[in-house]
């Protein structure tokens, strides 16, 4: 629209001189801005502006805040009301069960409900604290029936599938994309111990409901909100969700997803008895939750319970297969372990007692965690003092897990070398540093992750059985896969040669 000439005239009438005074709110709102936090360290830009943050749109989320944390201190500017830490006593002090610091608005963007939040995308504290209580007893597998049993199955079928239609020869090769069959693996996993049957995607051999497409749109969706302030408040408006509900193709994407998922727990309602079934959404059910507060939770659980496990998987799979000497002692440690019957999948409680494939999981998560999300919370309005420094209230703190994970004080000088005698070789209080910092991965204190024990145990079963049955080579070293972050992991096109071993 033009502006009329009237207007233009009140804008450079020395008489009303209203651009002075747009200007003056211009100059003081940005002078503000630096003087918030002017006595922490960071980019440039990240004075006046978020343009630093937007590397994150980018799917360059942890290389950026690693390196800041690193070089600069326990605290480092990232935007003009934004600080990120890799200290853990600082991240301790922002989740324990009794802080006062709580959840920025960012986590309100991570709901595919419209009104209907998850444990995840709650902002409120106590109704936070609430929902927890609810679902923590399906979580931790107390009201799950036959937990171990269930992730078995879904192993069996992840070895009957690569055993069926994806051993190679040297005349015959047939790659493998292990960056979607463990996903296949683990989706197929979490649903089973959801509803009591799996979805189907290590039968069925292929991408259902357009999984990796619509995994790909929501974090990057999610990342670009969480980086450009005014697009994160439109997009948190009910009005907005509510509109997206309407408009959007039920057939396709987040849609497509939030369908499949309520029509599991309306199924489930629908029945004379809907918490009768020892699963997941039976506990859930069995305490009080209602049906869109369950589907919603559900979900959060595919999501999470799926994807972040499976990003260890396939990242600790790629380093043991590009390291022929971690590689040959772990098949080692493999081959002279009995596990009684011979068929049988490894208990996750025997998996513990072998040293070698411990390291290797410790040493694999902390090289590339399950995520590397920020994670950010808001400092108290009376403000805090932190290593004799004020930080305003309202001021939000992100998370560099990456930092956390490549501290050279607690993992030594070679933090980013894949070398799991570290986990051996460490004893006492250096162990327990490095322990600390490792389980950070999963939070802690109030927004600690639920399912921390159901995913150790598909990392303690995994690598022990594909590396028992199969020999696996890289197609492509040069190109192993295809992996940017944006928070959580897109890792793809991860093509291997699987081989019988005698």
């Not at 790909?216 to 509900?245: C, D, E, H, Y």
């Not at 859930?284 to 990003?311: K, M, P, W, Y």
């Not at 994970?405 to 070679?414: I, Q, S």
């Amino acid at each position: 629209m033009l502006l009329d000439s009237s207007f233009l005239s009140v804008l450079i009438d020395g008489k009303r001189p209203v651009w002075l005074i747009l200007l003056a709110a211009i100059i003081y709102w940005q002078w503000r801005s630096y003087v918030h936090l002017s006595h922490f360290k960071g980019p440039f830009w990240a004075r006046f502006t978020n343009l630093w943050m937007y590397q994150k749109v980018a799917g360059k989320t942890h290389p950026s805040t690693e390196y800041l944390t690193l070089e600069l201190g326990d605290l480092a500017r990232i935007a003009p009301n934004q600080l990120v830490t890799g200290d853990i006593e600082m991240l301790n002090r922002m989740s324990a069960a009794r802080s006062t610091y709580t959840r920025s608005q960012i986590y309100a963007g991570n709901t595919l409900m419209p009104d209907i939040h998850n444990t995840f995308s709650m902002v409120d504290e106590l109704a936070h604290t609430k929902r927890r209580a609810v679902i923590a007893a399906g979580y931790a597998g107390k009201e799950t029936e036959e937990l171990e049993s269930k992730v078995d199955q879904q192993l069996g079928q992840f070895l009957n599938l690569i055993r069926t239609k994806y051993i190679s020869t040297d005349t015959d090769v047939r790659p493998l994309d292990l960056a979607r069959t463990c996903s296949y693996f683990t989706l197929d996993t979490i649903t089973n111990l959801s509803f009591s049957a799996p979805w189907g995607f290590l039968v069925e051999d292929k991408d259902l409901y357009n999984w990796f497409a619509l995994v790909a749109w929501q974090f990057k969706i999610v990342t670009t909100m969480q980086s450009i302030p005014w697009v994160l408040n439109i997009v948190t408006a009910p009005w907005a969700g509510r509109l997206m509900a309407k408009i959007q193709d039920p057939s396709r994407g987040a849609a497509a997803l939030v369908a499949t998922t309520k029509r599991n727990v309306h199924a489930r309602f629908a029945t004379n008895n809907p918490g009768e079934k020892m699963d997941m959404m039976g506990s859930f059910i069995r305490h009080g939750i209602t049906e869109n507060q369950a589907a919603s939770e559900a979900i959060l659980v595919v999501i999470a319970g799926s994807d972040t496990t499976a990003t260890a998987i396939r990242s600790t799979l790629l380093y043991i297969l590009t390291n022929p000497r971690v590689y040959r002692k772990l098949q080692d440690e493999i081959d002279v372990t009995v596990v009684p019957p011979a068929s049988a999948i490894i208990s996750d409680a025997y998996s513990k007692t072998l040293p070698y494939l411990q390291a290797v999981i410790r040493e694999g998560a902390r090289i590339v965690p399950p995520t590397a999300a920020t994670f950010a919370k808001v400092v108290p309005p009376g403000g805090d003092t932190v290593n004799g420094r004020f930080i305003p209230g309202g001021t939000q703190i992100c998370v560099s897990i990456m930092a956390v994970l490549r501290n050279k004080k607690v993992f030594g000088e070679d933090v980013d070398m894949f070398r799991p005698e570290r986990w051996i070789v460490a004893e006492g209080e250096k162990l327990k540093a490095m322990e600390r910092s490792l389980n950070m991965i999963w939070g802690y204190g109030k927004y600690q992750c639920l399912g921390k024990d159901l995913a150790w145990m598909e990392l303690n079963k995994v690598y022990f059985e594909l590396l028992k049955h199969f020999d696996f080579q890289i197609i492509n070293p040069t190109h192993p896969w295809k992996s940017e972050n944006y928070g959580l992991w897109l890792q793809k096109d991860m093509f291997v040669k699987a081989t019988l071993r005698s």
